[in-house]
């Protein structure tokens, strides 16, 4: 997912209508007369006034990801870092801008065609100047919403949505880390992630002509649910929605300083709040402690077992139908 890529800069309500005034102030046209010349040069500082404002408003409400569909983007994951209702009610608010600033424009035109007085030309023009910018500073905190919105979206990992993901879970030092790097065919990369100061981290497997993506998730999948905080809850059920796998780790070593029944809870909490995701679960370094569960147990310092963590973790994996990863 590359939310901001797309999205132009978006202006400020000062901006927008210096950069249409000022393109305006330069048109002069000369005609046969007088008042020919007066009408055509009036009729092309609104068409470009209007014209400018129309195209830059909807540039913003077509490259802003719409909600509606859903594709390519998570709304949850918007909604954590922007807030929904006010990015829904923004967008709105710059597509009926732009349809008054369309119809104003078309208006004065209107007026200035049919009229001969040079001073009735001139007051057209003004009124419909005074008009547009008290449309578009209707719509400034909208603006300034939606440009702050893009410089959000920047922190947005880029995960692709259509692309079945595996989430690693597990408390500090159980070794998710290093099951990350052994499955991963391509070095993981890290990507920002909101409101973790670590960010995730992002591994790629490849099966024949499939990549999947495997996400580690420090900070977000290592402590009970139970103790976080309301955004630090929003964020975990954003990242629900990038799992289509879960692999869980326990450590019956308790190296890693966390006894097996804290473990064995968080597993029963990601279980809970990931209701719906295919679990694995697997225990780590086999070559410190196996407990004989049933579980898969596997060594990253040995490789013991990493094979069959693979096996099942692509078995999973392929039962996601290719290129709509994510529901
Ligand atoms: N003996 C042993 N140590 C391991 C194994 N896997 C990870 N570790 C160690 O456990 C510590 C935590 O591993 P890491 O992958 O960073 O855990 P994470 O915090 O869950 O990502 C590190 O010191 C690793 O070297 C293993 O299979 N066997
Ligand atoms: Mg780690």
Redesign the pocket.
């Known amino acids: 997912m590359d939310l901001s890529r797309k999205i132009p800069t978006v202006l400020s309500a000062e901006e927008l209508k210096d950069k249409a005034f000022h393109r305006a102030s330069k048109i002069t046209v000369t005609g046969t007369n007088a008042l020919d010349g007066k009408k055509k040069t009036v009729l092309a500082k609104v068409t470009a006034v209007g014209d400018i404002m129309v195209d830059t408003l909807d540039r913003y409400v077509n490259t802003f990801p719409r909600m509606e569909k859903e594709e390519d983007f998570f709304p949850e994951l918007v909604d954590i870092v922007v807030g929904l209702d006010q990015y829904k009610k923004s967008l709105g608010a710059i597509n009926w801008a732009s349809g008054r600033v369309e119809r104003l424009k078309n208006e004065a035109l209107r007026n200035i065609r049919r009229s001969k007085d040079p001073r009735v030309i001139e007051s057209v023009r003004s009124g419909f100047y005074g008009r547009v910018s008290s449309i578009i500073g209707q719509v400034s905190a909208d603006l300034e919403f939606l440009g702050g919105a893009r410089d959000k979206f920047r922190m947005l990992p880029s995960v692709s949505p259509d692309v079945p993901t595996l989430v690693v879970a ?11 790097a052994e499955l991963s065919t391509a070095e993981p990369e890290i990507a920002p992630y909101p409101f973790t100061t670590k960010g995730i981290v992002i591994g790629h497997v490849k099966d024949g002509w499939k990549d999947y993506q495997i996400i ?1 998730t ?1 900070g977000l999948l ?1 402590r009970p649910l139970e103790d976080r905080n309301a955004i630090e809850r929003q964020a975990i059920v954003a990242l629900k929605y990038l799992s289509d796998v879960l692999l869980f ?1 326990l ?1 019956p ?1 308790e ?2 300083g966390y006894p097996m029944e804290k473990q064995e809870s968080l597993l029963e909490s990601v279980r809970e709040g990931f209701d719906g995701v295919p679990l694995i679960v697997a225990e ?5 402690r196996k407990t004989g569960s049933g579980n898969i147990c ?5 490789g013991e077992n990493v094979d069959v963590v693979l096996a099942a973790v692509l078995h999973e994996l392929g039962k996601i139908p290719y290129g709509e990863g994510t529901s």
């Open positions: 597990g408390f500090p030092n159980v070794g998710k880390s290093r099951i990350v580690d420090p290592d780790v450590d070593s190296s890693c780590s370094k086999s070559d410190l596997f060594s990253s310092e040995t």
